[in-house]
């Protein structure tokens, strides 16, 4: 196993922006670090889940890959035009009963990320099981990925930590931005 080119792999897929690092940006922005690490929590704890179903049923999962890849599509390209949506219309001056930045939305959102289920899907039996089919070998690929992908999100509540006063100055502008980049990805999981 190539193990550069995997942990390459890995630290560019999960740092570069998604659907769930502008929701993070975006929830730091909107309602603060702390409600930005419950998400993360959620979404590293789901994101992990994800790598752990992928390894253990690979197998059966190549089978039914085409079937599940346009279902996951569509689910993941409506839910990501709703989040840019949200995201744009978002509005941090008034009073909010913020629902979006708990553990639970963080662990569920991720089950709908076409960027996360189809790394997932492909991560594994692209770089571990060519080379490594023992549980040991396997679980630690899933445990260091799913590492990767929490630094790579903590990455991005920093971020939005740092720039934060900068971030809510320009909120109408910041939230456009956010928006239009999830609007990018979801046309790229057509391409």
Known sequence: MDITSFIIYCFIVTFTPGPTNIVIL????NYGSKKAMEYTYGATIAFGFLLGISAMLNTVLITFI???LIGMQII????ML???YQIYKMD???PNDNKTGTFISGFLTQFLNPKVVLFTLTVI?????PYYTGMPAVTTSVVVITI???LAF???VLFGAIFKNFLQKHERVVNAIMALCLVYATVMIWK
């Open 26 to 29: 975006s929830i730091v922005h």
């Open 92 to 94: 941090a001056s008034g």
């Open 76 to 79: 993941g390209t409506t839910y």
């Open 66 to 68: 085409p079937k599940i």
């Open 154 to 156: 903590i990455t991005w």
């Open 148 to 150: 990767i992908g929490f």
């Open 125 to 129: 039996p692209s770089f571990v099981l």
């Open 82 to 84: 709703y989040l840019s």
